[in-house]
């Protein structure tokens, strides 16, 4: 994995507690996918990532678009006439 400047970052083994349910559906879906439970775990952290990133994306443009609006900005060309004043 590549971080920051560049520097390879290692993996490192850590120890987390969960309960009896949710490990064995990780156990579950590691075989029905040929996975690794560690690797199960990364893609739902990624998946998340994801969501959660999508969700900040579309909150931003929700606000951005409201702020527009107010200003009377509705297309690209009134977006043109308010920058070019």
């Known amino acids: 994995?590549?971080?920051?400047?560049?520097?390879?970052?290692?993996?490192?083994n850590r120890r987390i507690s969960l309960p009896p349910d949710l490990y064995k559906k990780l156990e579950e879906i590691g075989w029905k996918e040929g996975k690794p439970i560690s690797t199960v775990i990364q893609e739902a952290l990624s998946v998340a990532k994801?969501?959660?990133?999508?969700?900040?994306?579309?909150?931003?443009?929700?606000?951005?678009t409201r702020k527009a609006k107010q200003k009377g900005i509705l297309t690209e060309r009134?977006?043109?006439?308010?920058?070019?004043r």
Request: aromatic residues 12%; proline residues 0%.
């Open 1 to 12: 994995m590549q971080t920051q400047g560049d520097v390879m970052e290692t993996a490192g």
């Open 78 to 84: 009134d977006l043109q006439r308010y920058l070019a």
């Open 50 to 64: 994801r969501g959660r990133l999508k969700s900040r994306f579309l909150n931003t443009q929700q606000y951005w």
